[in-house]
C-alpha cells in the first residue's frame, strides 16, 4: 500500500536547524512544542505548509519550524497570508502573532483576514505585555499597568481579542493556555482540521517583563476558580470540586453553586456551532477575577470562504469562456487596419 | 424620426482640407462629456486619423452642478500625420453652459470655433459662473466663431413622443453636441449608433431618444445657415497593421496578461482603489479566463503585503497604487527588496504631495520611487512614455522581475493613463517569452538548499513552496548570503547591500541602449522621462525643421539607466530636462554624471505645451 510507504514524521521532524532563541523559561517553548507534536500526530507534510509572521517575540517562530516561512512586517502577517493561500490553496497556511502585532499596528489586517473567512490558522500570543521592545505596555494590558512607557499606570481601555474576533463574525474562535499542554494540542488541531479562519488566543507567559500575567488560570491552586473549560453540548461548570456553574440571568451570565436546588440542568450549556456569535460573544465577555474565563473552542461553524470563492470565480470564468484566447482580447470591440 | 445614416458625408456645404484639428468638449460633470469626448475619438481612430486624448476630470465628483469646480473636459486631436499629444491649442470648442465657457475658453484659439449651449446661459447659470452679464450677449466673444445652439431646446423636441422625463430628455443633450461635431468634422454616425444599440440595449426609448438626439445634433450643422462650411482630414499614414484605441491604464493591464502568459504565470494583483490607479484593478478584475485573481485589500499595505505573499507562493504579483498609496507601500516593498522576489509595483502619479491633485498629472514622485523606503534599497524603475507604451512597459518589467528576483517599480501618470491613443495590435506569437525556472525537490540527503545562492547576474533562485525539501524561511532580518539564514555578521551586512545594489546595476546589461532622434553630437540635447515624451518629441521635431541643431533622448528606465547614457550626455553642450516636477530626474543625472543640465518644470497639474518646450530650447540655442 502506498501510504504504508510514506515517512512517518515525529515531532522532531518539523524543528529547522536554527537555535531557538527566546528567553529560557518562555511560554513561546511550549507552544512550538505542541505545534510540533500536532503537525505530526496529524500527518502534515512540511513542504505543504507555511508559516508567516509579523514583528514580535512570538513572530521567530517561522525560523524554528522546518517549513515554508515568511517572517514578514509587523502586523501585516494576515495579509501575507491572504495573497499565499489565495493563490495556492493547496497549502495550509499558520499565522503567528502576538498582541501587539495583531491587535495594535494589525488591527486592521486582523480584523479583515477574520471578516473575509480566508482559510488561514491565526495563533495570537498573548502575554499582555511588548517583549521584544523590552517592556513597553501593549493593547491588551490591563488598565493601570505600570510600565516603562507608562510610569503612572496605562490609561487605555484594553482589547479582548475573543470579542473583537468575534464582533468580526470569526467562523471558529478558541482559547487555550501555554502550560496546558494537552488542551493546547487539542485545540491547536481543531484549529488546523477547521476549514476557514481558525482564530486561537493562547495566554502566554513572558516572563521576562510580564511574569505571572496569567498565573489566575495556571497556578495549580487556583486555576480551576478562575478558568472553565468549554465543551460543546456541556454544561458550564467549574471549581477544584466541580461545584459551580455559569446560569443565564436574562441575558447576563451568573455564578451559580450547584446543589441547594440548582442541578446541571439550569446551566448554560455550550453551543459551539450556534449559527449566530451571540453565545460565544457571551462567553468572551466572561473576565477574570469576576467570572472564570472560558478556554477551549468559543465557536466553529461552516461559513463561504474567501480563497475558495476566490477561486471558484476564477474556474467559472474560465468555464464561460473556455479557450480564452489573448489575441482574440487584443482584437475585440472596434479595430481598423491600416495597409 | 430616421435613424439612418445615408446622406451623412454628401454635405452641401463647403468642406476645408484640414492636417489636424483639437476638438474640447466642456460642461458640467453630469453632462457626458468624457462619453462625447471617447465617442469621437473612437469614430476619428475608425476613420484612419492619428489621435490622442486628454480627459480631464474635475477633483470633486459632487461638486454642484453649474459650478466652477464641476467642470469637466475631454480634449482630442485627431490628424492625418503622426502626433505625439493631445494638443494644446483648440481649434472648436463646446461649452455646455456658462461654467465651463469660463474655465476653458482661455485654450481656444483666436477665431476658433465655439459652440455654446445656449439654453444654459440664462440667469442662474451666469450667477454659478460669476459673469454679470451674459457673455453670448455682449462683445466679449467677438473675436471667435460662435454659434449659439439651443441645444436643450432642440433635443427635447427630438425627442418628444418618447414618452421620458425632462431629466432623462436633458440627459441626451451630448448626443446632440456629439452629432453637431461629428457634422462639422464630416464623421460617421455609425459607430455611435451601434454604441446606443449595445449600450442601452435594455431601455429601448432612451436608445431612440440618443440616436435622435445625435441626427438632430448632425442635421442641425448640416440645415443651419450659421455653419457655412465643414471640415475634412485625412487618414494617417500610420504603420500597417491593425489599430484600436486604447487608453495607458488599459494596456498597462492588458501588457500584464501578455507578461503573465509569456511567462507562464498566473497573474496577483493585490490593489486598494486610488485615483488615477484604479482603472487597472477594474480592467483585470474583469479578466478572471485568463487566470487572473485581483484582490481589493482593506489598505495599501495590505495590497503591496498579499502580492508579496503570492510572490513567494510562486505567482506573477502585482500591485497598483498612485504616490500616497505608494507612500504606504514602503515598508512592504522594502521587504520585497530583502526577500529578493519579483514583483511589480506600479504607481500612476498624481498632484502631491498629500492628496495633492488627484486628478492632475504630475511627474513628482521619481525620487520617492528611487529612494522613499529605509535603508539601501535599490529597485529597477521604468517609466511608460505614452499610452501605447503602457503595454510594452508592463512587460519589460515583468522580464526584469523575474530574471533579476527583485521588485520592479513601473512609473506611470494621469496624463498617459487617462489618455488614449491608436494602439497597433501585436500578434501574442511575435512577443517575445519571458522563460522561468524553479529548483526542483530535494531528497534529505542531498547538499542542503541555499535560498540565496546567486547565477552570474546575482539572481537567487524561485523557490515554490510545495517543493519537496526546498523548505526555508525568508523575511525582513539582514539574510546570509547563500544559506539565507539570519545574520548580523558586519561584513555579511555590506556584502549584501553591495550584492542587492549590484544585482539591480544588472539590469542595464538587459535593456538595450538609449537611441537619439536627431544628431548624434551637437548643440542641444532634450532629454525627458515619462509621460512628456510626446510634449518633447513634438518640440524637437518643430525644432529641428526650423534647422535647430537639437536632439531628444528619452529615457524609460530610470534605475538603472540606460548603459550608453553618459557617453550620450557628453556629447552635447547642453542637455535640457523637461519635467513635471520642481527637477528629480536633473537631481539624479547631475548626481550621477557630474554635468550640468538646465531644469524646465512645471507643476500646475497640466502636461507641457509644446511651444513651452521650444521656447526654452530657442532661449538656449541663442
Ligand atoms: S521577552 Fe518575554 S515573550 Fe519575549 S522571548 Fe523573552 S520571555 Fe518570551
Known sequence: MASAELPVLKASDFASDQDVRWCPGCGDYAILAQMKKVMATMGMEREKTVFVSGIGCSSRFPYYMNTYGMHSIHGRAPAFATGIKSTRPDLTVFVITGDGDALSIGGNHFMHAI??????????????????????????????????????????????????????????????????????????????????????????????????????????AIKSDNVIEIEHGKPLIFGKNRDKGIRLNGMQPEVVELGKGITEDDLLFHDEQAPEPTLAYLLSRMRHPEFPEPIGILRAVDAPKYDQQLNDQLALAKEQKPNADIDELFNSGDTWTVE | MSTSTEGQTESTKEVVQIEEATIRFCGDSGDGMQLAGTQLTNTSALAGNDVATFPDFPAEIRAPRGTLAGVSGFQISFASRDIFTPGEIVDAMVAMNPAALKTNLADLKRGGVLIANSDMFVK??????????????????????????????????????????MKEADRCRNFFAMGLVFWLYGRSLDPTLRFIESKFKRLPAIAEANKRALNTGYNYGETTDAFTSSYQVEKAKLTPGTYRNMTGNELSAWGLIAAAKLSNKELFLGSYPITPASDILHELSRRKEFGIRTFQAEDEIAAVCSAIGAAYAGHMALTTSSGPGIALKGEGMGLAVMMELPMIIINVQRGGPSTGLPTKTEQSDLLQVMFGRNGEC??????????????????????????????????????????????????????????????????????????????????????????????????????????????????????????????????????????????????????????????????VTQLQEEGQEVAHAHIRWINPFPENLSEILSSYEHVLIPELNMGQLSLLIRNQFLINTINLNKVKGKPFAVEEIVVKARDILG
Open chain 2, 378 to 539: 535599490p529597485m529597477p524603475v521604468i517609466a511608460a512614455k505614452s499610452p501605447s507604451d503602457c503595454f510594452q512597459t508592463s512587460i519589460d518589467a515583468w522580464r526584469i522581475a523575474a530574471r533579476l528576483m527583485t521588485p520592479v517599480m513601473i512609473l506611470s501618470d494621469g496624463y498617459i493613463a487617462n489618455g488614449s491613443e491608436p494602439w497597433r495590435i501585436p500578434k501574442f506569437s511575435d512577443l517575445e517569452p519571458i522563460p522561468i525556472s524553479h529548483p526542483g525537490p530535494r531528497a534529505d540527503d542531498d547538499e542542503p538548499f541555499m535560498p540565496y545562492a546567486r547565477d552570474e547576474m546575482l539572481a537567487r533562485p524561485w523557490a515554490l513552496p510545495g517543493t519537496v525539501g526546498l523548505m526555508h524561511r525568508v523575511g525582513g532580518l539582514e539574510k546570509s548570503d547563500g544559506d539565507g539564514n539570519v545574520c548580523y555578521d558586519p561584513d555579511n551586512h555590506q556584502h549584501m547591500i553591495e550584492t542587492r545594489a549590484k544585482k539591480v546595476a544588472n539590469a542595464a546589461k538587459l535593456i538595450g541602449p538609449l537611441e537619439v532622434m536627431g544628431p548624434e553630437k551637437g548643440k542641444l540635447l532634450v532629454l525627458s522621462w515619462g509621460g512628456t515624451y510626446g510634449s518633447c518629441r513634438t518640440a
Open chain 2, 124 to 165: 442662474k447659470g451666469l450667477e454659478q459662473a460669476g459673469y454679470e452679464t451674459n457673455p453670448l450677449a455682449d462683445d466679449s466673444l467677438d473675436s471667435y466663431q460662435l454659434f449659439e445652439v439651443p441645444m436643450t431646446k432642440m433635443t427635447r423636441l427630438a425627442v418628444e413622443g418618447l414618452d421620458l422625463t
Open chain 1, 115 to 220: 471578516r473575509r473567512n480566508v482559510d488561514i490558522n491565526i495563533i495570537l500570543f498573548n502575554n499582555r505585555i511588548y517583549g521584544l521592545t523590552k517592556g513597553q505596555y501593549s493593547p491588551t494590558s490591563e488598565i493601570g499597568k505600570v510600565t516603562k512607557s507608562t510610569p503612572m499606570g496605562s490609561i487605555d481601555n484594553p482589547v479582548n481579542p475573543i470579542s473583537l474576533a468575534i464582533g468580526c463574525e470569526a467562523a471558529f474562535v478558541a482559547r487555550s493556555v501555554d502550560v496546558h499542554i494537552k488542551h493546547l494540542g487539542e485545540t491547536l488541531k481543531r484549529a488546523a482540521q477547521h476549514k476557514g479562519v481558525s482564530f486561537v488566543e493562547i495566554y502566554q507567559n513572558c516572563n521576562v517583563f510580564n511574569d505571572g500575567a496569567f498565573s489566575y488560570a495556571t497556578d495549580k
